[in-house]
């Protein structure tokens, strides 16, 4: 699914939290000439979910969706993170048993398996339902109530809005004070514990490690009882705080929240491929592209006392430029990557073929169709293999049965 980058600011204001640090911080936000307030997208769940429900999609459930494409906050840049990212996604609607809470990680933990990340960690936690959310929260406000002294700023004012926040602080001071709060897991209805048991024994079952982590509460409002992330360890390459690949959870009341239906179910992930990137870049598991064929168109060279006309040269300089395109469609139609030099006006006739030789070699190219005045005349191609620097005459059928049969060079 495709939504658009730009999106009516309350879809985001009204479902990530006012308090969030998204919301917060981070929008980029605008009014159009309409008076309209819109926002670039910061992430993909609120816009699909604006678009499922003002397509009606829920009326066919259940829907499983995977998105990809821009997202934009204004944060400051680090290692992997970027105030325009690249983000890869799912989201499943319609189904409401913890089953399919299984069946969502299991799928982020192969996507992540087959990208070669097998050095990630499964983090998990329940938030429970909205009960036992609100029971925490009593319980979490009057134990941080007594030691507001040492918070930090934005933990303080989180205080009155989300004191659930608080559990996702970076900040020192803030951490020193977590160690001793209430667990959320003391305060579950007995239905979320169960449901929790059921997501943790099958994870086991399907031999997915996973590490129950008290006070993972992602980030934005609309997440309930499951929360999960994919963690790498102190990775150079991204920084001691920057170890999140992969991050999801529920969200069960979002559709609703938004104007739509009650009752329809929501759980999703999404990971960020500028920090996958950085991970998997010395892993090599992209296919090195093929290597391309270069066609040459190479002009006519004066010769000691030749009188051809500016005209003269034109003409045949156009049909050669012609009959090397067509050269060029053929090759692409057979599967076989090719490159047409085009000439280059600051070196001379004399010049054009050894330069564009040069130039054939720096692109890994195999070979080289050389196309003249000569070649035109007497109907053949000049095919330059430059791995072992022969070269022999070849009609166009010729050259394309043995590049296709030529060791090493791959079809797209």
Same mark, same amino acid.
């Given at each position: ?43 993909? @769940?609120?816009? /699909?979910?604006?678009?499922?429900? &003002? $397509?009606?999609?829920? =009326? ?6 995977? +998105? ?52 990630? @960690?499964?983090? /998990?936690?329940?938030?429970?339902? &909205? $009960?036992?959310?609100? =029971? ?6 009057? +134990? ?62 399907? $031999? ?81 592209p093929a290597r391309p064929v270069a066609v040459i168109p190479v002009p006519d060279r004066p010769t000691s006392g030749s009188r051809s006309s500016p005209v003269e040269s034109a003409t045949s300089l156009t049909r050669i430029h012609k009959e090397a395109l067509t050269i060029c469609g053929a090759l692409r139609e057979q599967g076989i990557r090719t490159e047409f030099m085009h000439l280059t006006q600051t070196v001379s006739a004399k010049s054009q073929l050894p330069k564009q030789l040069a130039r054939a070699s720096k692109l890994n190219a195999s070979h080289a169709v050389i196309v003249g005045t000569t070649e035109i005349q007497e109907g053949v191609l000049t095919v330059k293999d430059l791995d072992k620097s022969t070269q022999q005459k070849s009609s166009l059928q010729e050259m394309v049965q043995k590049l296709r049969a030529e060791k ?5």
């Open positions: 699914v495709t939504t658009p980058i730009l999106e009516y600011s309350q879809v985001f204001e009204r479902t990530l939290g006012d308090d969030s640090d998204v919301v917060g911080k981070e929008l980029y936000s605008f009014e159009d000439k309409g008076g309209s307030r819109l926002t670039m997208r910061p992430e993909g @769940t609120a816009g /699909i979910t604006r678009a499922l429900i &003002s $397509q009606k999609l829920y =009326n066919d459930l259940p829907q499983k969706y995977y +998105y990809h494409g821009p997202m934009f906050r204004h944060e400051r840049p680090q290692k992997g993170r970027l105030r325009q990212f690249e983000q890869f996604g799912v989201e499943v609607y319609g189904q409401g048993h913890a089953s399919s809470d299984v069946e969502t990680i299991e799928l982020a933990s192969e996507f992540l398996k087959s990208i070669g990340l097998t050095n990630t @960690t499964l983090e /998990i936690n329940s938030l429970g339902d &909205s $009960q036992s959310r609100q =029971n925490y929260r009593t319980a979490l406000k009057d +134990y941080l109530l007594q030691h507001v002294g040492g918070l930090s700023q934005d933990s303080v004012n989180r205080l009155s809005t989300n004191p659930l926040r608080i559990l996702d602080s970076k900040s020192p001071q803030d951490i020193d004070i977590l160690q001793d709060c209430p667990v959320l897991s003391d305060y579950l209805s007995q239905a979320s514990r169960d449901r929790f048991s059921f997501i943790t024994e099958t994870l086991s079952a399907l $031999q997915i490690p996973y590490v129950i982590n008290p006070r993972l509460v992602r980030g934005l409002d609309y997440y309930q009882d499951t929360v999960f992330e994919f963690k790498v360890s102190d990775s150079p390459l991204l920084g001691a705080q920057q170890g999140t690949v992969l991050a999801g959870g529920r969200y069960d009341g979002l559709v609703e929240k938004m104007g739509g239906p009650t009752g329809v179910s929501s759980i999703g992930w999404a990971a960020g491929l500028e920090r996958l990137s950085l991970l998997v870049g010395g892993l090599q598991l992209v296919p090195e090493g060079l791959k079809l797209l």
